[in-house]
């Protein structure tokens, strides 16, 4: 949502139009701001759209629908559009914080939702991702991500109207609201695929059919598989209708086929829907298979980057303010091409993802080599590209880690792999962590990772044990992880029951619908009990809490922790502490973070002049800094002493 301190643009926004304005004035210039956004873009979108459909009809009833969702978009909506246009980097200031929550473990439904905005607000959240709320069928739904009504909402969590009432409150209270657009399939009981199902040559053609297995087979002998263990293979066998089906996740998750021009109109347009409802954040899940193309993986492929593309258009022409966020869980060679260029941009925003996986391997290894790598190919990139920065959401850690780093130091894939899980498990590398592997393959010997923030930081288990000492430990390694994180250029996401330690859930282990899907160890509901005893500062929920909404209000009050300030790291000569630098507009400040349990120095020397601890505002130097275990500093350079001695 637009930076809280922007007083004009909340006008703006309070304001949709002129007192005086007669409503078809209001109507033509309405008109001029859909013509001059389509006269942008108009020749690129008809140059893509054709080289790809070569439809003119299609391309015209695209157009034509455009213009109809941006006559329907509300005066609230379209007065957001313009204060954000004026101000495009309304999402990249400092004072950016995301919170992903599940509807019914929040707070039960959308109503709930709203009337918890408050604790929202309080904890310093300003942007919340509603995890898939669209209709699904229970049991068949893979936590909500087989959408079989992409305009109703599950009726469990609500209405559409609830959404718009929500979306509208959020905004009231600067507050965005995202939510997943799952572009690569629908539902098995969508109906397009009831009707596929039956028979009928105009709904098979929206997914990928066949009656025999000959092309099937030739895929699966370059297509990878997402769901080795709980969802082999990428195609399923409908006995009914004599036909195999393509299902690259689930079985009852049907791969839309995006070279039916229909499919990819018809979905802009469930696209431009949700827009309409008041959503700010679009993520457009799994957006890297969207495309199949036989004999390749089909992954990212060309065709993908002008569907993107060609959404960006359509979005900057109908919603401005809305922002795209892609799901690219792929290694960043294939990450960074969902920025498009600069001219030609796609995603506002992509997920750090490799930054996330290294970071747990940097907590396990106690060695912060890779992630410092990590970071110096991050902090090279233009600083117009945004990534949202997390340690946990609601999917498994995959170990993508630059393997061919690692194996310079020994580290070789499949063992360093096992050496991650076992960490994580909690029965190697002396650590205190709980979880549970995801998706283990017996021929690969691969495995991803499952478990909350505090139970993998040991924060479970100290519980569990009754031991203070060790809980202490872990509530530190947990907080100093949120400062590293919160340090990296971008916005940082929390993942709903971070904020207070959330352990491990394990009743889903109960529920026939989810014990085979691990991830749902850490989906488990909001515990509000817990929540209660932030009051109580002495609790883990208290310590945890506060001292991370400290954290909060001081990257919020410092504009070194803007998204595009210069960020850079810093060698430390100690295996096991990381320093990055950050500078925006004359205030630097430098972070030192322990990644090991013991007390470590870094041997920084940065001369220029005195720094000030900002969570304890001690005086120190920037110079062999000792650092207690698990432990980091925020250190701001109070003056620089070139300039003191000008003085
Ligand atoms: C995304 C979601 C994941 C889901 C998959 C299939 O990766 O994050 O939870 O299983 O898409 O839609």
Redesign the pocket.
């Known amino acids: 949502m637009a930076k809280s301190n922007n007083k004009t643009d909340q006008k703006t926004v309070r304001q949709p139009m002129p007192a005086k304005e007669k409503p078809e004035q209001r109507s033509a210039t309405e008109e001029q701001h859909f013509q001059k956004r389509f006269e942008k873009h108009m020749d690129e979108l008809r140059w893509l759209y054709m080289e790809l459909y070569d439809n003119g009809d299609m391309y015209a009833e695209l157009i034509e629908q455009c213009k109809a969702f941006y006559k329907e978009r509300n005066n609230e909506l379209k007065a957001l559009d313009l204060s954000r246009e004026k101000n495009p980097g309304w999402y990249k200031q400092n004072d950016m914080l995301g919170m992903m929550l599940y509807i019914d473990n929040f707070a039960g439904n959308l109503k709930g939702v709203q009337e918890k905005l408050d604790y929202l607000v309080k904890s310093n959240v300003n942007y919340i991702h509603l995890m898939p709320f669209l209709d699904t069928t229970e049991g068949k739904s ?2 909500g ?1 087989a959408v079989s009504d992409f305009r109703k909402v599950q009726e469990k969590l609500g209405t559409m109207e609830d959404l718009e009432q929500l979306t509208m409150a959020c905004h009231k209270k600067d507050m965005s609201v995202c939510c997943d657009f ?1 572009m ?2 629908t539902s098995a009981d969508h109906d397009w695929a009831k009707k596929a199902r039956s028979g009928d040559g105009e709904y098979m053609s929206r997914y990928f059919f066949y009656d025999n297995a000959e092309i099937p087979n030739q895929y699966e002998r370059t297509v990878p598989q997402v769901f080795p263990a709980t969802a082999p293979g990428n195609f399923t066998w409908l006995e009914d209708a004599h036909h195999y089906v393509m299902t690259s ?1 689930y079985p009852y ?1 049907w791969d839309l086929n995006y070279r039916n021009p229909r499919v990819f109109n018809e979905m802009i347009y469930n696209f431009l829907y949700l827009a309409n409802r008041g959503i700010d954040i679009i993520r457009i ?2 957006v890297p298979y969207i495309w199949k193309e036989l004999g390749t993986n089909c992954r990212n492929l060309p065709q993908v980057h002008t569907i993107v593309r060609m959404m960006r258009m359509i979005s900057e022409i109908v919603c401005p303010g809305v922002l795209l966020l892609g ?1 690219v ?1 792929m290694e960043p060679e294939r990450v960074v091409p969902y920025f498009g260029t600069i001219e030609k941009p796609e995603c506002h925003m992509l997920y750090n993802v490799t930054t996330m996986a290294t970071t747990w391997h940097t907590v396990a290894t106690r060695d912060v080599k890779l992630l410092k790598q990590q970071l110096d190919i991050i902090n090279a990139l233009p600083k117009e590209y945004v990534f949202l920065n997390y340690l946990r959401c ?2 498994d850690i995959g170990w993508g880690l630059d393997y061919d780093m690692l194996a310079k130091d020994g580290m070789l894939e499949i063992p360093h792999k096992k050496y991650l899980n076992d960490y994580f498990l909690g029965i190697a590398g002396d650590s205190n962590s709980r979880g549970e592997l995801y998706n283990y393959d017996p021929v690969t010997q691969d495995a991803r990772f499952c478990g909350t923030t505090a139970s993998l930081c040991g924060i479970e288990k100290a519980g569990f044990e009754g031991d203070e000492q060790a809980m202490e430990k872990a509530i530190d390694l947990d907080i100093m992880l949120h400062a590293y994180m919160f340090m990296q250029s971008g916005i940082p996401i929390l993942y709903s029951g971070d904020e207070i330690g959330q352990v491990n859930d394990y009743t889903y282990k109960e529920d026939v619908h989810k014990r085979e899907d691990s991830r749902y160890l850490h989906r488990g509901a909001m515990n509000w009990d817990n929540a209660k005893k932030v009051a109580d500062s002495q609790s883990v929920e208290g310590r945890l809490y506060h001292r991370l909404q400290t954290l909060l209000k001081l990257r919020k009050s410092h504009p070194a922790f803007v998204s595009n300030a210069d960020a850079w790291t810093l060698p430390t000569y100690e295996q096991g502490v990381l320093c990055m630098g950050r500078y925006y507009d004359g205030e630097k400040i430098l972070g030192i973070f322990n990644f090991s349990e013991y007390n470590k120095t870094a041997w920084i020397h940065e001369t220029d002049g005195e720094y000030v601890d900002l969570i304890t505002g001690n005086k120190m130097t920037a110079s062999g800094v000792n650092v207690p275990g698990y432990g980091f500093y925020w250190l701001r350079l109070e003056y620089d002493v070139v300039d003191q001695g000008k003085e």
Request: net charge negative.
């Open positions: 893979d936590g991500y799952v690569n399939h996740f998750q899940d799994a799901e869980v609601h999917d």
